[in-house]
Structure formats: structure tokens, C-alpha cells
């Protein structure tokens, strides 16, 4: 029984084959032109002068010369900071 609606058509295999391959060919054919077109810009690596001193980075692990403090890179948390006698004792339930 032949389909007489359009959604019930199929493309032969040689159809599809030849749209694929244009497609194929098309994408190729932009990715060539845009490639011939667009000029390559000038790199420029030059970052200026960046300090490279280890005991500057907060990653070192070398002793910073001489008896300088060595800066705090992040302020402590408050579960951090260490309670004193007084305050853990208190905290504790009464039996």
C-alpha cells in the first residue's frame, strides 16, 4: 500500500549520501575560508616584571631571610581560634 502523505516519504540512499557529503564539503569550505581571511594577530608574552622571590609566595616552603614576621595570608576562622580553660570548662554540662 503506497503513502500518500508527505512524512511517509524516504530519501534513496544515493540522496542522503550526496546531502551528507555536501554538508560535509560546506563545513569544510567555511572552516578554510575563515581560516584564509583571518589574519593571525601579533602574541605579545610580555607580563612586565612579576616578583618571583620564594619567600614572597604564600605557597614556599623556605624560611623568609632574617627575623622578619612572616605576613598572615588569611585571617583565622573563628573554630580555629583556641579556647581557654575557662570557657571549655564552662561549656561543659553540669551533672
Known sequence: MSMPHEEHHELPPFWSWTILVLLSVVIVL????????????????????????PGQS??????PAGNAPVPRQVAPL?????????????????P
Open 30 to 53: 567555511w572552516g578554510l575560508l575563515n581560516y584564509r581571511w583571518i589574519p593571525d594577530t601579533p602574541r605579545r608574552w610580555d607580563l612586565g616584571v612579576l616578583p618571583d622571590v
Open 58 to 63: 604564600p605557597y614556599s616552603t623556605a624560611e
Open 78 to 94: 573563628p573554630e580555629g581560634v583556641p579556647l581557654s580553660n575557662n570557657t571549655a570548662t564552662a561549656a561543659e554540662p553540669e
